[in-house]
């Protein structure tokens, strides 16, 4: 198996700029996590998907971030517009339903300038 | 331990040597707990896990000791090489009917040969 797979791995834009950052999770496993990962405040975890469908999404720092989940195979989380501060490592990590065990992705380096 | 602000605790090993990595939990009806290792520009990888009926679990070259009593949970690491050099996380499942875990801020462990 290939583990979960993150595209881009590093992400450089401008201020203001959209940028949407891709994940495939695990094949079979339902359940999906989006995290983020800064010195300042460690691994957060932003939104938690079952079945596709988003259960908790209270880490999810405000409306300019945005996570979808269409299919059992992809998810994607966007950030509009972005900010200095949302400089950090995205990862996303998945797990079978009931599983505690995640996988986690190789995390996206996002720098926005 | 955990650590609070920019720096992370670090613990400096000689290869061969053992080591202990501490971490206090805050929640106690967490009933799951996990140790992840994350290596520069890696993902967060699952060490070993323990649920909360258990006081102790080994791996392969691997223990975590967990201690409710006092909500504290560490893991050994026998005969540390330099491959193990990495942060290691602690992470929690708070019992909130989800599979969330909350993660703690790491600690670096530097093994010098």
């Known amino acids: 198996d290939a583990g979960v797979i993150q595209s881009p791995r590093h992400e450089v834009t401008e201020m203001g700029q959209e940028v949407t950052l891709r994940c495939k999770p695990i094949?079979?496993?339902?359940?999906l996590f989006w995290y983020r990962q800064t010195m300042m405040r460690g691994l957060e975890l932003l939104i938690y998907?079952?079945?596709?469908?988003?259960?908790?999404d209270s880490g999810m720092p405000e409306d300019r971030f945005s996570a979808k989940m269409p299919n059992a195979s992809f998810s994607t989380l966007k950030i509009q517009p972005s900010e200095p501060r949302d400089s950090a490592v995205y990862f996303c990590?998945?797990?079978?339903?009931?599983?505690?065990?995640?996988?986690f992705g190789p995390g996206t380096r996002l720098t926005v300038t | 331990g955990e650590s609070v602000g920019l720096h992370l605790p670090t613990l400096s090993v000689q290869e061969g040597d053992n080591s202990i990595i501490n971490c206090a939990y805050s929640?106690?009806?967490?009933?799951?707990f996990i140790w992840y290792k994350q290596e520069s520009g890696k993902g967060p990888q699952f060490i070993i896990d323990i649920r909360s009926n258990m006081d102790k679990r080994q791996g392969q070259r691997v223990t975590v000791l967990l201690n409710k009593t006092v909500k504290h949970l560490s893991l050994q690491i026998a005969a540390t090489q330099p491959g193990d050099s990495a942060v290691y996380f602690c992470a929690e499942n708070r019992a909130s009917g989800y599979s969330t875990l909350t993660f703690g801020k790491g600690t670096m462990l530097l093994v010098s040969p």
């Open positions: 998907f079952n079945n596709n469908v988003p259960i908790d």
């Open positions: 094949s079979g496993h339902n359940s």
């Open positions: 929640n106690s009806a967490s009933d799951y």
């Open positions: 990590a998945s797990s079978l339903k009931g599983d505690y065990e995640q996988y």
